[in-house]
């Protein structure tokens, strides 16, 4: 009986695909009329463009399937989910082998292969080791030759792996060890093993061992931080630095409480605490607070006394205890009646606005720690309130109040230079919130900055000398129309 075989076809195949027996001579065609090129032995793509590395490291799992089929992702792989930066990719396999291809370097050796909780890896026919068999291989010592990186990471990123490792569940490194104490006699790693239980209790403070990695010593601290959040302030301060940024003098005329009323008015406003400039003027100098909205009438009266007084309006932190305390102080006056969003304390729960989640519960102190260093190292004025703004926001620190409790520390770093605070109008909020979405999701610095900038200037033109003065130029530069009815002052280039 003659055995079939399917005619090969190129546009079945994926962007890198490998030749057999039956398919050599159809892909060699392919080659010779330009249709495929040659990666490496018996490995092609049908893509005629781009670089040759590229294609390779970012087909990783299908080309270790194809040279390596069974294999098992170990070592520094099987923790960074990706080639190492020199190509380095490592396997365990039934022989060990060395492929250099673009951008590649497949380096396999004889270790055991599959064991119990090794998982099948991106739908090939490849495996990814079990976490807790990667954390005890990476504690094997292994030496770079050649260059090449070394099979297993150093002590410094192990300790960085197992805090990323239980960045959302502290508890999963309890997990982790007793799934290492299971597997550790199949391994041969009982010192590997004993190293995992160290750290892991240094991290979960049950043990006092010295810690190598940022990170990890701020986790056996108790304060573990968020590093995608640093990274990206660490990036908004290094803009800030290189930046010329206005210094726009406090206007001498200006009263302060009149300043205030609207700041406080306008911050509320933006947030969905919505009174009439009327009824705003009652609860705040008639102290009459409406019945049907005690808790709403507290939050702007309470934003009010917070900026017109003469000392916690320029109460600046001067170390990452001082932050913590002027965060928790400023919170607890301002939304002192809403007992159910914890006045004062941080948030227990993850918070988020539309698609923009903000940083985790656990990593809210931690990170306003380390970002306060970034803080120290900008000049006062408009480049420590601009970070300091941003910083709030991004974080998100409380259960709620956070817009306004940013725009309190942002007012205050101004305030302290004798420079003018900012007011984000009802009709300018939109091309506010917008830039801050762009610093999220793009870090758009130079949007950002125009916005705050623009909105410095505009609030600098507007007479507070009187109240009735102020609502005036308020009026004439459709400060208090909604923004979904016009253009705002920033002519809408943000929304």
Known sequence: MRTTTTPFSLDAQ??????????????????????????????????????????????????????????????????????????????AAPRT?????????????????????????????????????????????????????????????????????ARYDESSLDRLRDDARALAPSLDAHAELEQLDVLIGALLRTRDVELSAPRARAAARGTPWDPARIERLEQLAAGLLASGLPEVPAAPSADVSVLAFYEAYFSNYIEGTEFTLDEAREIIFGGLMPPQRPKDAHDILGTYRLVSDRRERVRVPGSADELITVLRDQHRTMLGERPEV???????????????????????????????????????????????????AEVHPFADGNGRTARLLMNAELSAAGQQRIIVTTHDRGDYLAALRGMTNRLNIPAYLTVLTELQRRTAEIDFSSLAAAEEALQREGALTDPDEGRGLLGGAFG
């Open 14 to 91: 994926r962007e890198v695909f490998f030749s057999s027996l039956t398919s050599s001579d159809a892909v060699s065609y392919a080659v010779r009329t330009g249709q495929a090129r040659k990666l490496g032995p018996r490995l092609y793509t049908k893509a005629m463009s781009g670089d040759p590395a590229d294609i390779c490291r970012r087909n990783w799992p299908a080309i270790c399937a194809g040279y390596f089929p069974g294999a098992v992702i170990v070592g520094r792989t099987a923790l960074d989910f990706k080639p190492a930066a020199d190509g380095s990719v490592f396997l």
């Open 97 to 165: 082998r060395d492929v250099r291809l673009p951008g590649l370097r497949l380096r396999a050796r004889r270790d055991p292969g599959r064991m119990a909780g090794d998982t099948p890896f991106m739908g090939e026919n490849l495996y990814v080791s079990s976490r807790a068999r990667a954390f005890l291989e990476n504690l094997q010592p292994s030496r770079a030759r050649g260059g090449a990186v070394t099979r297993t990471l150093r002590r410094e990123e192990l300790e960085e792996a197992l805090v990323e490792f």
């Open 342 to 392: 914890g006045p004062g304390r941080f948030k227990e729960r993850s918070n988020r606005v539309g698609g923009r989640e903000f940083v985790a519960p656990h990593l809210v102190e931690g990170t306003l720690r380390e970002a306060f260093r970034f803080h120290t190292s900008l000049p006062g004025g408009f480049a420590r309130a601009a970070f300091a703004m941003f910083l709030v």
